[in-house]
């Protein structure tokens, strides 16, 4: 299970983004709850967003609630996070992996090994 993260890019405050998150080495049968996360220079990844396998469950950080949405479609193996009103601290990579995500446990997995997760996007918000 591979995963590769795209949509990223330089935008100013206020702007939005969308992030895709495809995955690789699924069969159609699979499905897995997704998790997006971010790392700003200096700290440490954290859990951002978070879908279960059928879609019906999602999650974010409280810092991104409201302004940041996360949807699935499993057709094209791909997971989405829109990202709206972006500030200044949203700048980061983003990464996507597979992880648990009801009750909050996707912010548990923000420590993986780098293969578990792809090579990321990154996302500048600067005027």
């Known amino acids: 299970l591979q995963f590769v993260e795209s949509g990223g890019g330089l935008v100013q405050p206020g702007g939005s983004l969308r992030l895709s998150c495809v995955a690789s080495?699924?069969?159609?049968?699979?499905?897995?709850?997704i998790g997006w996360f971010r790392q700003a220079p200096g700290k440490g990844r954290e859990g951002v967003s978070c879908?279960?396998?059928?879609?019906?469950?999602?999650e974010h950080t409280a810092s991104v609630k409201g302004r940041f949405t996360i949807a699935r479609d499993d057709a094209k193996n791909t997971v989405y996070l829109q990202m709206n009103s972006l500030q200044p601290e949203d700048t980061a990579i983003y990464y996507c992996?597979?992880?648990?995500?009801?009750?909050?446990?996707?912010?548990?997995?923000?420590?993986?090994?780098?293969?578990?997760y792809g090579p990321g996007t990154q996302v500048t918000v600067s005027s």
């Open positions: 080495g699924v069969t159609s049968e699979e499905r897995y709850a």
């Open positions: 879908i279960s396998h059928n879609g019906n469950y999602t």
């Open positions: 992996a597979a992880v648990p995500c009801l009750g909050g446990k996707f912010r548990n997995y923000g420590d993986l090994p780098p293969a578990y």
